[in-house]
Nanobody
Framework: QVQLVESGGGLVQAGGSLRLSCAAS????????AAWYRQAPGEQRELVAS???????NYADSVKGRFTISRDNAKNTLYLQMNSLKPEDTAVYYC???????????????WGQGTQVTVSS
């Protein structure tokens, strides 16, 4: 069974930094595209950043220059480095990834359970 588990969220003051991690575990054959999303109370889930299997990245305009998405393929782990945090970055952050499991050899999109990020002013 493939799982994604996020960690690294918490409470931080405006201007501070956090690093989120998303570790994939289970019977994994390969991981293709991956991304971070966030959802603030009363809002729809929005894309924050994405990274392809080959490495190119894409960012929401609201986080460009402040957030960096990266991946460690050897560790099956996705990261989101968040700098210069603002109160409007407060949300639950979710990772997702397109994963081929060794059991099925089918590509499937998996989601993590989310981690809370709260930025105080």
């Amino acid at each position: 069974q493939v799982q994604l588990v996020e960690s690294g969220g918490g409470l931080v003051q405006a201007g501070g930094s956090l690093r989120l991690s998303c570790a994939a575990s289970g019977s994994i054959f390969s991981i293709n595209n991956a991304a971070w999303y966030r959802q603030a109370p009363g809002e729809q889930r929005e894309l924050v950043a994405s990274i392809t299997g080959g490495g190119p990245t894409n960012y929401a305009d609201s986080v460009k220059g402040r957030f960096t998405i990266s991946r460690d393929n050897a560790k099956n782990t996705l990261y989101l480095q968040m700098n210069s945090l603002k109160p409007e970055d407060t949300a639950v952050y979710y990772c997702n990834a397109e994963i081929v499991s060794r059991q099925t050899l089918f590509l499937k999109l998996y989601w993590g359970q989310g981690t809370q990020v709260t930025v105080s002013s």
